[in-house]
């Protein structure tokens, strides 16, 4: 048996049958992935909006979501502790925009005075949320909905495509298509497959395969215009999730790496709240971020950059620049338990004294 810290899920088996959930609502749609959702979104909203702002720390398929659909997409700046630039923002809005927004690793990104400033001052302004980072902790913000919410789903559970928008506005009917062939759906489904049977054999012949796999369904989608629904198998995988059970066992994941972590100098993001229940748990290293990287994933700790920064981004915002270019995203997730996350603390720890 290998045991694996990150990267993408594993599954044992194929589920069979048909939902027996109808998920999709006049408020709530079902997607392939986040990328798709977001897009899905920008058609809802072209015929009000001229253009898109988003924080420069993002993700560049995030970008090309509305950019495919011909949206201008420009960028505000973030502060030290991942919050808003204010003053930055204000700078450059305007009536007739969406802003969207993250919540990175669960810490707010916006205050609710600054919320209802945006939606009172300005005409036909949307507000959208990519809850991604902090998914099971999304409830209503602040007592203030967002127009729109978005999250990739497959980020957090083990499914093979899947993302959400929620909305407080009707839904209008959009040309979401079923792909007959499913192929990217099959493809990732086969390689989670034969991950569970790599980590439950350590046969190391298998890894490189379902590896390429991956890689090839991650190209595949970032070249696939379409938007698809989100396939019976995981609808049905996600019918059967005990989502209570796999917040808790994250929040206990994130804490005890927080505990563990929280007087190094190489921690500067700080939380409080012990209901903190984000994506990953992000270090910020003033040393050689990608040796580092290098070298926990040699020890099967594999932890992704939160993100290169989109071309179109790069010199809008220094905090945005610094992050992306210092931080990594610990894994936290279900499949782990405390004792696991002790390790990644306890490895990660020795990289960096080696290093010293």
């Given at each position: 048996m290998v045991k694996e810290y990150g990267s993408d899920f594993s599954l044992d088996e194929i589920p069979k049958g048909v939902p027996n959930l109808c998920l999709d609502s006049p408020y709530t749609v079902y997607l392939r992935s986040g990328r798709e959702c977001l897009k899905y979104v920008g058609l809802q909203i072209e015929s009000e909006v001229n253009r898109i702002l988003m924080p420069a720390l993002?993700?560049?398929s995030m970008v090309k979501a509305f950019t495919d659909i011909g949206f201008k997409v420009d960028f505000y700046r973030l502060e030290k502790d991942l919050t808003v630039d204010w003053t930055s923002l204000l700078e450059i809005m305007e009536d007739n925009l969406a802003v969207v927004y993250i919540n990175y690793f669960g810490r707010p990104t916006f205050t609710l005075e600054q919320l209802v400033f945006l939606k009172a001052e300005f005409r036909d302004v949307f507000i959208i949320k990519d809850a991604t980072h902090d998914f099971f902790d999304d409830k209503v913000?602040?007592?203030?909905?967002?127009?729109?919410?978005?999250?990739?789903?497959?980020?957090?559970?083990a499914l093979p495509d899947g993302g959400i928008v929620k909305s407080t506005r009707y839904l209008l009917e959009q040309v979401v298509e079923r792909d007959p062939?499913?192929?990217f759906t099959k493809q990732r489904t086969q390689a989670m497959l034969m991950k569970h049977k790599y980590l439950a054999t350590a046969d190391v012949?298998?890894?490189?395969?379902?590896?390429?796999?991956?890689?090839?369904?991650?190209?595949?989608?970032?070249e696939d215009l379409a938007i698809m629904t989100m396939s019976d198998v995981s609808r049905i995988l996600l019918e059967h999730l005990n989502v209570q059970k796999m917040s808790d066992r994250r929040r206990d994941?994130?804490?005890?790496?927080?505990?563990?972590?929280?007087?190094?100098?190489?921690?500067?993001?700080?939380?409080s709240s012990s209901q903190t229940c984000p994506l990953y748990f992000p270090v910020v290293l003033n040393i050689d971020r990608d040796f580092v990287q290098k070298e926990l994933a040699?020890?099967?700790?594999?932890?992704?950059v939160i993100w290169p920064i989109?071309?179109?981004?790069?010199?809008?915002?220094?905090?945005?620049?610094y992050f992306s270019a210092n931080m990594l995203a610990l894994p936290c997730d279900h499949r782990y338990t405390e004792s696991d996350m002790e390790y990644v603390a306890a490895t990660l720890e020795t990289i960096i004294q080696n290093m010293a």
């Open positions: 993002c993700c560049r913000l602040f007592g203030v909905e967002p127009d729109y919410v978005v999250a990739s789903l497959r980020k957090w559970f062939e499913d192929f012949s298998i890894k490189p395969l379902y590896r390429d796999v991956f890689s090839k369904c991650a190209t595949f989608l970032s994941n994130f804490m005890r790496l927080y505990q563990h972590l929280e007087h190094k100098d190489f921690i500067n993001i700080s939380y040699e020890h099967g700790i594999y932890c992704p989109p071309s179109s981004a790069v010199g809008h915002c220094q905090w945005s620049e």
